[in-house]
């Protein structure tokens, strides 16, 4: 078992690759300080990508055992970690058992709690820069990675409160065919006339043989990682952006290659370039609001995001 030191205060802990290079762990002090959450601190835990499981094992069971371990956000881990620690549980949401992810670790009632939040803050990230009725266009969506927010992005766009309001297609690649094999069983499950098509595509280039074939005003997502805790994107330079179409960088710190190749394209594409900001900003206080019990209303969301976006321009200091 990995050696943990029990913690002599409340700590949230933040489970990812490179956790101490995200903007949360200056951002964290300063939210819990506005939501008045008392002595609290946040600590990064850093796994290798694709783990032991039992690695996973040992971080949940720290958590669990601690009394001062409040939960947990993953990231990077989300599906590996389930499947290694699913048994520690007492609940899982309905979310993380259908996709087999997970992204909460909280405490409630004596019990350990888990729950997948991608679907419900990739839809308000969507929400923030998807324009009304957009697909009505008949646009499709290309996802590249098969990991966790592929598939909340997907359960997103295809819920049945759009109506009409979907893509024609959703095209998933990935590089590995286990991951996309996993994907495609997991989204099988939802109900919907949207067209799906699963990619193996390990080379750039395959991804942007994917990327010619869509239709002008479509939805590209960098969901691979490439770009924040490795350096590189799925695409070559030469790959050429459907016009009209929304561009979304899920990646909002690192090298962001495959955004700065979307702006290259912005002006003469008419591309929307989003990078992965608000993204950040609803997956921490989903979780949030789930390991300290509380409500984070949308005046309290601004407040936040007002907070995020001046410690990050250098107008406050953490």
Sequence with gaps: MMAYEPNDKPTFYFIGVTTGQSSIMRLFP???EALQLGDVRIRGMDLPIHADPQVYRDAVSFIKQDPHSLGALVTTHKIDLYHAAKDLF???DDYAVMFEELSSISKA???LVGRAKDPISSGLAMEAFIPERYW????????MGAGGSAL???SYLTRKSHGGNVPRRIVISNRSEGRLASAQALLSRID???VFEYVLCPTPEENGAVLASLPERSLIVNATGLGKDRPGS????AAKFPAGSLVWELN???DLRFMHQANRQKEARHLHVEDGWVYFLHGWTQVIEDVFHLRIDPPAFRRLADIALRLQQGQIQS
Excluded: H, M, N
């Design 30 to 32: 300063l939210w819990a």
């Design 90 to 92: 007492d609940e899982l």
């Design 109 to 111: 009632d004596g019990k």
């Design 136 to 143: 009505e266009g008949r646009g499709d969506a290309f996802l």
């Design 152 to 154: 909340a992005i997907s």
């Design 192 to 194: 919907t006339p949207v």
């Design 234 to 237: 799925p695409l070559t330079d």
């Design 252 to 254: 909002y710190r690192g």
